[in-house]
């Protein structure tokens, strides 16, 4: 199986100031230097006032480059979806409607890709077909690695709750690599990937709320979460901030995308700081706090 970590997502929001007409949710354009790099999405948390219609766009950045045993592997994407759904539904249509994609009119719905949905097959079952947004690695085996990421948007055009509170975005992906003999991972006729794929469900933190300045701006601020010397030498230590008890863990990443440290073990933090210690070879990371109410992203160079 083809190995991709369920911390690895993290979102770029950029809000537009102003509502649109109802059922006018126009398809938004990739934009390489608005999705993050080396891939994810930023920030954890999308920030929103109560009782308000407004549009916003989502970039968004997939991993270039995996490593599949002895093998690099430029695995695809694809978005089930079907799968968008809201856990207690603060967000709705802009006409008060349930927050789902619209697949028989995506014009209509409250949230486009900047690509149509294609009816694939995700499985070897007769019934197993479901509708997708499907990116394709643009990466080649001569490399260089992590220079041409799969990157994709999506305009969401909702209306908040009246009521303020939190709630959670649920979004299913699969990464896929077809077959051995494709080098590059370029057939994308369907989507069971004879060679590797791995599904992850991503969950996306909303927040609906008068008063931002309790969240500091965003996720990120909202967990302090930062190294506390960078760059480190040999060691580096870590620290956030819980407003709250949660289960916690912490994984670091190689800008290649190689999940280089785990630690599943941290179990549930009191609410207060806390402080963690790594001990990481001389390089570049990407550090991710993860907790049930979403993530938070950092950068960490260690020198030796």
Avoid at 277 to 298: D, F, H
Wanted: hydrophobic share 35%; proline share 7%.
């Amino acid at each position: 199986m083809l190995y991709i970590c369920s911390g690895m997502w993290y979102v770029v929001i950029s809000l537009i100031g102003v509502a649109l007409v109802y059922g006018q949710c126009s398809m938004c354009t990739p934009d390489a230097s608005q999705s993050p790099s080396p891939y994810g999405f930023n920030p954890s948390i999308l920030w929103l006032p109560p009782g308000k219609d407004t549009s916003l766009t989502i970039y968004f950045t997939f991993p270039d480059q995996v490593q599949q045993g002895s093998l690099n592997v430029f695995p695809n994407y694809a978005i089930w979806v079907d799968s968008l759904r809201l856990d207690v539904g603060l967000i709705t249509d802009q006409n008060g409607n349930p927050f789902a994609y619209n697949v028989s009119n995506p014009d209509a719905g409250p949230i486009r890709f900047d690509q149509l949905h294609r009816y694939k097959q995700w499985g070897s079952g007769a019934t197993e077909y479901a509708n997708f947004v499907v990116y394709r690695n643009p990466g080649t085996s001569a490399g260089p690695a992590g220079q041409t990421p799969p990157i994709g948007c999506a305009r969401v055009c909702i209306r908040t709750s009246a009521n303020e509170g939190s709630d959670t975005l649920r979004v299913k992906v699969r990464a896929f690599v077809q077959v051995l003999g494709d080098v590059d991972n370029k057939d994308t006729t369907n989507l069971i990937g004879t060679l590797g794929r791995a599904d992850t469900v991503f969950r996306y933190a909303v927040v609906i709320s008068n008063n931002p300045a309790s969240l500091s701006g965003g996720w990120g601020s909202l967990y302090a979460f930062s190294p506390v010397v960078n760059p480190a030498y040999r060691e580096a230590v870590v620290r956030y901030t819980l407003h709250a008890p949660m289960a916690v863990r912490l994984r670091a990443y190689a800008l290649d995308g190689r999940e280089v440290l785990s630690r599943d073990d941290l179990g549930v933090q009191p609410a207060g700081t806390h402080e963690e210690t790594l001990q990481l070879p001389a390089g570049q990371y990407l550090l991710r706090l993860e907790t049930p109410y979403g993530m938070s992203s950092t950068r960490l160079t260690v020198v030796e």
